[in-house]
Structure formats: structure tokens, C-alpha cells
């Protein structure tokens, strides 16, 4: 979802669609074969920020590369714990530093940082016109090469006006932003902002599979990309969860959105081989 670790780029209309699919695909994609090798399962006090030493804050209102129009903050009104063992992330619909609504933002960075594995979430998601939740995994090489070489992995992105639909995509040096490589996942007569559902990419040296509740919907190869084009999913990347308000992706909101809107996250798990 960005162009950078302050910026975010999305799956846009001229994206390339490798797979589209619904609920025919009912094949779990092998987590209980690898070990857990890195999890937060929001335990805690209502109000509490998440555990600092999992998770980092990305502060600011700047626009995130698409025209995003929240502030995103650490304060606890936009993301802490509830106390039921969720991560609360809201958007709210107020002036503050100069952006019309306020948000949040968090990541691993310096934290935690993997090559490959299983990346899983077990998200309940907003709602609404120009709310835009994410999941997502970005290279932790992104000062020194930049985005997109640095590449992106996109678990879950989800406009809030479309309920029943989320995408995966992969964003690399020749195929980014609107030019990005990715799919769709159909929730059939439900909703996502109805109950959990676990979003996961199963990501090995020379594939990434998404799935929506063991449900895979999506497979990228090196074969995949366009001509001339490298595969950049070979080193370290980190995790980052956030809920942005407007964009290019999912226009600004309007009359229809009401506020506040929050993504509960139940967990993020990190299955791999273990030493």
C-alpha cells in the first residue's frame, strides 16, 4: 500500500489481475507444517498502546503518496487495545494538525522482519465510502534501495464501499502502483465488516499464495511479472496494519460514511521454519 515507509501506493485500476475468485478454493495452505516464529495477540488493558517492542508508530498527515486524507497518530483514540483481546485502529472524522480526519498507523520495522513464511491476520473490517484498511508487508531494505525495488507484498487491501470484496497484490521495480500484479477475493453473501475473517499470503522462494479463511484465491510466480521485470521477494520485509481515510484508491468519503470506523485485529501470527 505505499511508496515508500511515509507513503502509500495502491492497487489501482489498471492493476493486472493474475486470479479472481470465490469460495471454490477450500485448500489450507500449510501453516500447521512450519512453527510459530513471531505473533501479537493484543492481550492488555483497554486504552493501552500496542507492545512497543513488536510494533512502532508511522505519525503524520501528509498524504502517504495518495492523496490520503487522515492524520495518522499514536494517540490511543486512534489505536490501543479494547480489552478483549483486539487491536482497535479508528478513523475518525475530526480537524486535527490541518487533515480533516485523524487515523492510524503501525509497523514492525526494526522489530520484527522475515524473509518469507506464512503472514496471517485475523481482522474484523470497516466500513464505509472512502475508508481503505490494510495488511500489508513492505522490504525492510527501503532506505537504502527505495520503493519499489524494496517490493511490497499486499496481504489484504479492502475499499470500504465495496464490503464483500478485498485484493492481494505485489508491487516491484516495473510493476507498481496502478501497474501493480494482483487479485481479488469475493466474500459470497456476507459482508467483511459482518465478523473476522483471516486474511494470509503462504510467501516461499518462488511463489506467494493468498488466501481468505484457508481459502486460496491467488498465486504469484517470477514467471508472472512483466518482461524485463525482477522478483524482488528475497530478503526481509516488515508488517504493517493501518486504516487510511480517502485516496486514489478508494475516493474520499461523503455523505454515506459515518464515523468512527475501526479494524479489529484478534491476532497477527508468523509461521516459519525454525532453526
Not at 503524520?60 to 490501543?80: C, F, P, Y
Not at 465495496?162 to 501497474?179: D, K, R
Not at 485485529?265 to 508468523?270: A, G, I, L, S
Request: net charge negative.
Amino acid at each position: 500500500m505505499t511508496r515508500a515507509l511515509s507513503s502509500a501506493a495502491a492497487l489501482g485500476a489498471a492493476a493486472v489481475i493474475i486470479g479472481i475468485a470465490g469460495s471454490s478454493c477450500s485448500t489450507l495452505t500449510g501453516a500447521e507444517e512450519l512453527g510459530l516464529v513471531w505473533s501479537d495477540e493484543f492481550e492488555g488493558e483497554a486504552g493501552e498502546s500496542p507492545d512497543s517492542t513488536r510494533w512502532t508508530f508511522d505519525i503524520g498527515g501528509h498524504g502517504w503518496g495518495n492523496a490520503q486524507l487522515e492524520h495518522n497518530t499514536d494517540r490511543s483514540e486512534n489505536v490501543s487495545l479494547d480489552g478483549a483481546g483486539h487491536l482497535a485502529i479508528t478513523a475518525r472524522e475530526e480537524e486535527y494538525l490541518g487533515n480533516a480526519y485523524t487515523s492510524g498507523r503501525i509497523n514492525t520495522r526494526g522489530r520484527f522482519e522475515r524473509t518469507r513464511g506464512r503472514f496471517e491476520a485475523r481482522i474484523k473490517l470497516p466500513v464505509g465510502q472512502g475508508i481503505w484498511p490494510a495488511f500489508w508487508l513492505l522490504g525492510a531494505d527501503i532506505d537504502p534501495v527505495g520503493w519499489p525495488d524494496c517490493g511490497e507484498i499486499d496481504i489484504m487491501e479492502y475499499r470500504g464501499q465495496l464490503p464483500s470484496i478485498v485484493t492481494g497484490a505485489l508491487h516491484g521495480p516495473g510493476y507498481s502502483g496502478g501497474n501493480s500484479i494482483g487479485g481479488q477475493y469475493t466474500l459470497e453473501g456476507a459482508a467483511f465488516n459482518d465478523d473476522f475473517h483471516v486474511f494470509a499470503v503462504d510467501w516461499d522462494s518462488d511463489s506467494i499464495t493468498w488466501s481468505v479463511d484457508g481459502h486460496e484465491y491467488m498465486t504469484i510466480e517470477p514467471s508472472d511479472l512483466p518482461q524485463g521485470t525482477s522478483w524482488v521477494f528475497d530478503h526481509d520485509f516488515f508488517v504493517i496494519l493501518n486504516v487510511a481515510v480517502g485516496g486514489y484508491y478508494v475516493g474520499s468519503p461523503d455523505e454515506t460514511t459515518t464515523f468512527p470506523q475501526t479494524m479489529l485485529v484478534d491476532y497477527v501470527r508468523v509461521y516459519g521454519t525454525l532453526p
